[in-house]
């Protein structure tokens, strides 16, 4: 049972600093346009679309 002495102080600022960590998170925007970035990076150039434009680009200038 003195365990218990030592648990529950123990499990209640775990929760405060959960807690303290979402409302830090929030505070601080990280929560912000996940939509949009998720997007972005959808729409970014493969690799292999990088080497055809860049090859062209090459053939153009010489």
């Not at 365990?3 to 600093?17: D, E, H, R, T």
């Not at 960590?21 to 505070?27: N, Q, T």
Request: overall charge negative.
């Amino acid at each position: 049972m003195e365990v218990l002495y030592l648990l529950i102080p123990m499990s209640v600022a775990l929760v405060f600093g959960a807690a303290a960590l979402l409302v830090w998170a929030v505070e601080g925007e990280q929560f912000d346009e996940l939509e949009s970035i998720g997007a972005r990076v959808l729409d970014l150039p493969q690799t292999s679309d990088l080497d055809a434009i860049d090859r062209e680009q090459r053939s153009h200038s010489s």
